[in-house]
């Protein structure tokens, strides 16, 4: 809902929206220029004073200004024709054109105007009101993504251009939505809808009919200091009846022209000082750093409409085309996808069109969007969820479990959970597990007991329909065929071969980048713009489930590079070993933002074995700005398959790598990448004490041992790899 | 229908005799490249005294800001229904305003002044801008205004 509030507005009023703050951003310069441009007031000069130095210079005077920048204006009338200037307080002598600025008023008029006056001047306001929309409900967005208000300022994962929009957005929210807000009470003053008119001071009973009394001596205006001046004009030439009238921030007064005396004065009303308040704050007039520090927020807002559009793109690529979604108050059946790569949602698809080929109003949402109270007609929910990592909830499925715990009751509709994952890894389908544990907790009724689907089995998926049909006294043929990702095809450039000796053969194979297009690169589509411990999914001759890689290159080095193990009887390892230069592969790229280095200056322990090197090798080819790395990587046998042997060599030269520590596992005493990692443990304790992040990469029971060895390094500083962990200090690729 | 409009508008402010007698006036007033937005324009007569009698036209929407119009201003209080269904547009710099209304004959030569107020957004307020007797003769002569007026003529 949400998200819908901020989608629609911003992809509607973009441009608007970046004509207003390119304009406004240009506009917000001018009031410190103007201040920056004005004559030196003079301390404690009252308002009799300057009117006297002006009258002394300027013959004919009728009107003298302060802008609230502090620029002061005198019109005259001598002659038979007027004239104006800039004048010096000092001296009341000119001090520069008073001719109104052609640029600035034609910014002005574009910005809350568009040249099309009171039609233009609504159509900005639609603007300022998308603004204010977006900035309120990306802000409620920013607060969901970093886990409620007061992580506003948490770190964020995740690719570009969504991290930079989120970047911009928490710094910006605040200004725009205060820019937004002034901009709409200053139409709605505009357009009398508010009762903030002027108050006219009464017009006196009797003048005292005499004229030309001192200015200097007049009593009303002895007393008022120039600061606090707006206008004071003067009565008309020859004119006895006629009165002096004084604005100043206060109000607003007549003055007798032969006593000098105030006869009349009518308050500011509180409405007029609030809009001359929100006047000041929207136009920085009087606020001239506030002004400008609020143009410059405003100069996010292009940067924000096109990263913006560029996430609405990529989020719809990676969702199916959900056609003949039932919107949520009338489906009869909800299903909720917990996806991080996008396949889920394809099984989500399959198994909604089938039950709507039964008959049901379906409706298939992101389990992160999971709200009972918005499908009261619902007579079952239907969970399929991937896993992220070691049991953590995938993309979609963030902050689901927070949602279910908040509920008072479960939902009345019984529940049936489907995981989806691989049973060779421990934590297969862990966070549907969790999920269905929860349900249970909250007394949320079965439909069916959790089920699993392995490796995107067809066969899985579609036992599970039928006892789904069973349950439902509905035949259900769940007939899903994985739907092949648009891959790209990689030519492999070279390869490096190790591992013959021991009999294991590995390879470093290096592809060609293939040509990205710009668009590609800016949706974050194709393979391009990725970095070292981000996936590359091989797509082998004879199956339609991509087999995943660390890779051990960003795209800045020009070259797509994987580590490869032969596993025996491997379908993808034994085609990927068997080829040749100039031979091509299918592969599809996958971001893994929680296996970055990161930016910042804090050292890296990298810790892999055999293939693990693979990405870690890529993060220290990448260490251009010298960060501290040291390196742990266990091999089997230095002359046979000492991966990257002659480039970290080369590396610690350069210094892109600091310490290299090697443990080999063939040869009279054996000796693993933990044993190396407990000899250096006062080395490692010191890093990790001056805020070191630990990345593992490699098999599952290398990092089982990393993490007993690392446990007992670090207990003495009371520190455990689950609270590194927490902070995103301890991070774990592993297969 | 502006034209009936205004008659209706002056007749109901003056109680002068013989107001059958009418003609079909111009009154065109072209601004000078001033270099500010639109201007606000009051056009309205007094009488010999100098008591307000009726506006004739008022050129700018936008009542917040007739204050600006001085001297229209305190005749009127800001009265809407003097101005009822005789305002238009603001005018811009440089441009002309040009309007045809069905004046009194009783108005020429009787000591009555055709007035006209000027105020421009962050520019100086300018009543009685333009102040000229309704005389047969004075019909055809253009005459200056003082700050935003380039010429005004009735005819």
Partial sequence: ?735 | MKSLLATLALTTALTVPGLAMARPVTLTTSLNTYGGGGAYLALYVTDASGAYVGSLWMAGGKSKYYEHLRGWYAATGGDPAQINGITGASVGAGRTLEITLDLADALFDAGYTLHIDAAVEDMRDSPNEVAVPLTAAGAGAPVQGRRYIASFVYQ
Wanted: aromatic share 6%; with cysteine; charged share 20%.
């Fill in chain 1, 1 to 735: 809902m949400i998200r819908a509030l901020h989608r629609w507005p911003g992809l509607l009023a973009l441009v608007l929206v970046t004509i207003l703050a390119l304009s406004g951003a240009a506009l917000s310069v001018f009031p410190m220029a103007e201040r920056l441009a004005a004559p030196q007031p003079v301390a404690g000069q009252s308002v009799a004073d300057l009117a006297a130095r002006v009258a002394a210079v300027h013959p004919g005077l009728e009107e003298i200004r302060r802008t609230p920048s502090g620029t002061i204006t005198a019109w005259w009338f001598v002659g038979g024709t007027p004239g104006s200037a800039v004048i010096d307080p000092a001296t009341g002598a000119d001090d520069g054109s008073a001719d109104p600025n052609g640029v600035e008023r034609w910014l002005t008029t574009l910005h809350r105007s568009l040249f099309l006056d009171d039609g233009g001047r609504l159509i900005m306001a639609a603007g300022a009101a998308a603004m204010l929309v977006l900035a309120l409900s990306g802000a409620a967005l920013v607060a969901r993504r970093a886990g409620g208000w007061r992580h506003w300022f948490a770190r964020l994962r995740g690719p570009q251009p969504g991290r930079l929009h989120v970047e911009l957005a928490r710094v910006a929210a605040l200004g725009l939505t205060l820019s937004a807000t002034t901009a709409l009470w200053m139409t709605a003053s505009t357009f009398d809808l508010l009762p903030d008119g002027a108050q006219h001071p009464a017009d006196p009973v009797a003048v005292s009919g005499q004229m030309a009394f001192p200015l200097e001596r007049m009593t009303a205006l002895q007393d008022v200091p120039v600061s606090s001046l707006r206008k004071f004009s003067f009565p008309y030439a020859g004119d006895a009846q006629d009165v002096f009238t004084l604005s100043t921030d206060a109000g607003t007064g007549q003055i007798d022209q032969g006593t000098g005396v105030l006869l009349s004065w009518a308050e500011l009303t509180p409405w007029q000082r609030v809009s001359e308040t929100i006047y000041m704050l929207h136009t920085g007039q009087g606020a001239a750093v506030l002004g400008l520090i609020l143009g410059l927020i405003t100069l996010s807002v292009p940067v924000m409409g096109v990263t913006g559009a560029l996430i609405w793109i990529a989020g719809r690529r990676g969702r199916p085309d959900l056609r003949n979604n039932a919107p949520a108050g009338r489906a009869e059946t909800v299903i909720l996808v917990g996806s991080e790569g996008g396949s889920t949602w394809g099984f989500a698809a399959t198994l909604a069109q089938a039950l709507r080929e039964g008959g049901q109003a379906v409706h298939v949402a992101p389990m992160s969007a999971f709200d009972p109270a918005s499908h009261p007609r619902a007579e079952r929910v239907l969970i399929l969820a991937a896993t992220y990592g070691e049991g953590d909830a995938p993309a979609s499925a963030r902050g689901f479990l927070d949602r279910l715990a908040r509920l008072p009751t479960a939902p009345a509709a019984p529940l049936a959970i489907l995981g989806f994952g691989d049973r060779s890894f421990p934590a297969f389908c862990a966070f549907a597990a969790e999920a269905e544990a929860a349900a249970r907790a909250k007394g949320w009724a079965a439909l069916l007991p959790m089920d699993t689907v392995d490796r995107q089995s067809p066969q899985d998926f579609a036992r599970w329909g039928r006892a789904l049909g069973d349950a439902l006294g509905l035949p259900l043929d769940l007939n899903h065929r994985p739907a092949r990702p648009a891959a790209d095809s990689l030519t492999l450039v070279s390869r490096r071969d190790y591992g013959a000796e021991v009999q294991s053969p590995t390879a470093i194979l290096r592809f060609a980048l293939p040509k990205a297009t710009v668009w590609a690169r800016l949706t974050g589509g194709g393979i391009a713009g990725f970095r070292a411990g981000d996936l590359l999914g091989i797509l082998p001759e004879g199956a339609a489930v991509p087999r995943f890689y660390s890779l051990a290159s960003g795209s800045r080095d020009g070259f797509v590079e994987i580590v490869v193990k032969k596993h025996p009887g491997g379908l993808c390892s034994g085609q990927l070993l068997a080829l040749e230069p100039g031979e091509a592969v299918r592969a599809v790229l996958r971001r893994n933002p929680g296996f970055h280095a990161g930016r910042g200056r804090a050292p890296l322990i990298l810790i892999g074995a055999g293939t693990g090197i693979g990405p870690l090798a890529g993060i220290i080819r990448a260490n251009a700005r010298r960060r501290p790395v040291h390196l742990f990587f266990g091999m089997r046998h230095p002359d046979s398959d000492f991966l990257y042997g002659d480039d970290l060599a080369k590396w610690q030269a350069e210094g892109r790598l600091t310490r290299l520590s090697t443990a080999i596992s063939r040869g009279v005493r054996p000796h693993y990448v933990q044993d190396a990692l407990r000899a250096e443990a006062a080395e490692v304790a010191k890093a990790i004490r001056s805020g070191a992040k630990v990345m593992v990469c490699g098999g599952r029971d290398m990092a089982q041992g990393v993490a007993w060895a690392l446990d007992d390094i670090l207990a003495p500083m009371g520190l455990t790899p689950a609270t590194l962990k927490a902070g995103g200090r301890y991070v774990e690729d592993v297969y």
